[in-house]
């Protein structure tokens, strides 16, 4: 038997190491679900959920340009943050949903009173439109540092209204960003011709 | 506690030989079982924790209204989807002289995937979606998903028009 416990102590701690938790998301979204079967990539992802209250949330998935996209998004609405806050943004960056303004206040806080915090999500209107800022910067960053433009990943929640969606897509068009993955939940296909 | 002493009062002889002949070999059954369970929990975890995307791939905006393709109406299928999961299509396009003949269809499998399937025989079909502000994010997951599942390779999600939204209203459907 000790060759087996061996065998199955060293496949537990590869797959203890390798295995990278799902990171904790700022908002519920219920995805719809469709018979693609394509895997969304592991790195160089930017996740924009929206939720049925036509929140957006933004989430960055690469840890290595998270403090830069901090400092480039603050540099350009006049807010700076503390190396405590930048550090505490690695946590938050993986989605949140708050005003940029509001952000210093939200990285004070631990994580467990962040939960509790309701983020009013991310303005995407023509006057104040942040949202575009930190999709564009995450790219350019994301071009510099990997030297490939990473994926955009669509979030919605299925009772999410289709103009809020609209918005997004048309906002990066704007900015030829063309190509989006649309996350949903696995579902069998059926058999076409029946 | 009790035992030792009682072993020291007995003869320290006896009690050390009885000491010696406990097996040194632990029952591992247990700490295997936990093995065995962590290691499915963490093979399960990492195969299920990706979720499935589905890829669009909107078009270039056109520098100038000129660079606008046009199509047919012979090749048009415009699919509008509207407010309670109905959806409504028909055939060619709209114009201020024609009104095509509006119908109601839906999302199950009996639904629009039968008229999709109908029209695979013309291979320059282009079907336009048009989502109404009223319909849900998982109208147009779902429409997109019968795409792939009926394998039609032209379609393009377009902005609804006044026209359209006048055509459902007075169609009563």
Do not use: C
């Not at chain 1, 930017?46 to 957006?56: E, F």
């Not at chain 1, 995450?138 to 009772?159: C, E």
């Not at chain 1, 949903?184 to 059926?190: I, S």
């Amino acid at each position: 038997m000790t060759p087996m416990v061996d065998l199955a102590f060293l496949l537990v701690t590869f797959f203890m190491l390798t295995t990278k938790f799902a990171p904790e998301e700022a908002v519920v979204v219920d995805t719809p679900s469709s018979t693609s079967e394509i895997r969304l990539p592991e790195s160089h992802v930017l996740t924009v959920a929206i939720d049925k209250d036509k929140r957006i949330f933004f989430g960055v998935g690469d840890d290595e340009i998270k403090s830069e996209l901090l400092r480039t998004v603050g540099a350009k609405y006049g807010v700076s943050f503390t190396a405590a806050q930048v550090q505490a943004f690695r946590g938050v960056g993986a989605s949140f949903g708050t005003p940029i303004e509001k952000l210093p206040a939200l990285l004070n806080l631990d994580s467990e009173q962040r939960k509790l915090v309701k983020q009013d999500g991310i303005p995407a209107d023509s006057l104040n439109n942040q949202f575009i800022e930190w999709v564009v910067a995450a790219q350019s960053l994301s071009r510099k540092q990997f030297s490939t433009p990473a994926y955009i990943a669509i979030k919605g929640d299925g009772q999410a209204d289709v103009p809020t969606v609209k918005k997004v897509i048309k906002l990066m068009q704007e900015k030829n960003i063309n190509r989006f993955n649309l996350i949903t939940d696995l579902e069998t296909k059926p058999v076409a011709g029946n | 506690m009790a035992e030792i002493q009682q072993n020291s009062g007995g003869g320290g002889k006896g009690g050390k030989k009885r000491a010696k002949k406990m097996s040194t070999k632990i029952d591992m059954t247990p700490m295997v079982d936990l093995a065995f369970l962590l290691l499915t929990f963490f093979m399960l975890t990492t195969t299920f924790s990706k979720p499935t995307v589905m890829q669009v791939t909107m078009p270039v905006k056109p520098k100038d209204e000129t660079e606008k393709s046009e199509i047919k109406a012979s090749n048009a299928f415009t699919v509008l989807l509207g407010e309670n999961n109905k959806i409504y299509y028909y055939d060619g396009l709209l114009s201020t002289d024609t009104k095509p003949e509006l119908k109601l269809s839906g999302y199950d499998a009996n639904g629009i995937r039968k008229e999709l399937l109908a029209r695979k025989s013309n291979p320059n079909l282009v079907v336009l979606i048009k989502p109404d502000d009223k319909s849900n994010y998982k109208n147009m997951v779902d429409i997109l998903d019968e795409m792939n599942i009926t394998d039609q390779k032209k379609y393009a999600l377009v902005d609804i028009s006044n026209a359209d939204v006048e055509l459902i209203k007075s169609s009563g459907l």
